[in-house]
């Protein structure tokens, strides 16, 4: 167990297994605001504004997930420090204490048989067991003792108020009002840009009604169209035909049943597809030979390339991006998050109006 033990002065992230450098609380360098230069070429300047247009959409939003993943990791870290602090202030006892005596000691000793499977998972086939059990049982140890100081904050900071502040990077993405499905009102808006050939993004409709259902009233989807003609050539068609029933009010209705059998998707399944949901015939006709929407099918994906869409579906969830038939955890996180903002606005609204 010495190896487990608390230095003197040693950082109290070690409390909960975080790893967080001292250089993580000294104060940030202000990085370079989007209208200064990051660069000067014979007395021109360069701006970040250029620099982040250079990158394109694409990668300038991949840059700055990844920003905000390692900061949210690294806040993550910072609320485990305070909550088991704040924990200790309360009971007027020292953290490493508090950690001994409420996880450290609770910890038990592997097993052999835990020490052995976990030496047989490590693929050391040039290493005798009996040579490194004893190292391998204080490495478990070592790790048993640390997941269990994460779940002890974890715990911690449920019985906490904590305010998260920090937020994903976003895009302002418009969509339609006439193809929103869910309350109009509703606080969360997920934009899907989505093709009618897609398989995944036929996956990804059951997860989308099953969020309805779970957030009613907070959700709603609105539809914009993304079809990948190059690899799904009746993409377009569908989409045109989808629209031309948005005319007679049943774009819904007709795109269910486009999802329902994705086979059926030449203009005679389209033709009779309208028929089916009750569509006026010739006027359905009529909008789509004269390919009425194809300028509007076009805006979307113009506005998706822009937004950083490069395949379907892809979803922004109160502008946050979420790329690919991803599970419904994935969605609700986003969610989650989007919800607890609202709530917290609200609230400080209504303060401020006190």
Same mark, same amino acid.
């Given at each position: 167990m010495s190896?487990?033990?608390?230095?003197k002065?040693a950082?109290?992230s070690?409390?909960v297994?975080?790893a967080?450098?001292?250089?993580?609380l000294a104060?940030?360098?202000p990085?370079?605001?989007?209208?200064?230069p990051?660069?000067?070429v014979?007395g021109?300047?360069?701006?970040e504004?250029e620099l982040?247009?250079?990158?394109?959409?694409q990668?300038? &939003?991949?840059?700055?997930?990844?920003?905000?993943e390692?900061?949210?990791?690294?806040?993550?870290?910072?609320i485990?420090?305070r909550v088991?602090q704040a924990?200790?202030?309360?009971?007027?006892i020292?953290?490493?204490?508090?950690?001994?005596?409420?996880?450290d000691?609770k910890v038990?000793?592997?097993?052999?048989?835990?020490?052995?499977?976990?030496? #047989?998972g490590?693929?050391n086939?040039?290493?005798?067991?009996?040579?490194?059990?004893?190292?391998?049982?204080?490495t478990?140890?070592?790790?048993m003792?640390?997941k269990?100081r994460?779940?002890?904050?974890?715990?911690?900071?449920?019985?906490?108020?904590?305010v998260?502040?920090?937020?994903?990077?976003?895009?302002?993405v418009?969509?339609d009002a006439?193809r929103v499905?869910?309350g109009?009102?509703?606080?969360v808006?997920?934009?899907?840009f989505?093709?009618?050939?897609?398989?995944?993004?036929?996956?990804?409709e059951g997860t989308l009604?099953?969020?309805?259902?779970?957030?009613?009233?907070?959700?709603?989807?609105?539809w914009?169209?993304f079809?990948?003609?190059?690899?799904?050539p009746?993409?377009?068609?569908?989409?045109?035909?989808?629209?031309?029933?948005?005319?007679?009010g049943k774009f819904w209705?007709?795109?269910?049943?486009l999802?329902?059998?994705?086979s059926k998707?030449?203009e005679?399944?389209? #033709?009779?597809?309208?028929?089916?949901?009750?569509?006026n015939?010739?006027?359905?006709?009529?909008?789509?030979?004269?390919?009425?929407?194809?300028s509007?099918?076009?805006?979307?994906?113009?506005d998706?390339?822009?937004a950083g869409?490069?395949?379907t579906?892809?979803?922004f969830?109160?502008?946050v991006?979420?790329?690919?038939a991803?599970?419904?955890?994935?969605?609700e996180k986003?969610?989650?998050?989007q919800?607890?903002?609202?709530? &917290?606005?609200s609230r400080a609204?209504n303060a401020?109006?006190k």
């Open positions: 190896s487990l033990k608390f230095t002065g950082l109290l070690v409390l297994c975080l967080i450098p001292p250089s993580c104060q940030p360098t990085s370079a605001s989007k209208g200064n990051v660069a000067m014979a021109q300047p360069i701006t504004d982040w247009e250079t990158l394109g959409p990668q300038s &939003m991949q840059l700055r997930n990844q920003e905000y390692a900061k949210s990791r690294a806040l993550e870290n910072l485990r420090l088991v924990e200790a202030k309360k009971l007027g020292t953290p490493e204490k508090l950690v001994e005596r409420e996880v000691s038990p000793e592997p097993s052999d048989r835990e020490v052995e499977a976990y030496f #047989l490590q693929g086939a040039n290493a005798r067991f009996d040579d490194v059990k004893e190292q391998i049982r204080t478990l140890k070592s790790v003792v640390q269990a994460q779940k002890y904050a974890d715990g911690l900071r449920k019985k906490t108020e904590v998260v502040f920090l937020r994903q990077p976003t895009v302002d418009g969509y006439a499905r869910g109009p009102q509703a606080p808006t997920i934009v899907e989505s093709d009618f050939q897609c398989p995944f993004c036929k996956q990804s009604k099953d969020l309805l259902a779970k957030y009613d009233g907070q959700v709603k989807i609105a914009r169209d079809p990948l003609r190059e690899i799904h009746l993409a377009q068609t569908a989409a045109e035909a989808a629209r031309c029933a948005g005319d007679q209705e007709f795109h269910d049943v999802f329902a059998d994705q998707l030449k005679a399944d389209l #033709l009779a597809s309208a028929k089916a949901i009750g569509l015939e010739k006027s359905f006709r009529s909008c789509l030979a004269g390919g009425k929407f194809k509007k099918i076009d805006a979307d994906l113009e998706g390339r822009k869409v490069v395949g579906p892809g979803f969830i109160n502008g991006f979420l790329s690919g991803q599970p419904p955890a994935d969605f986003i969610i989650d998050n919800l607890a903002t609202t709530r &917290m606005q609204a401020a109006t």
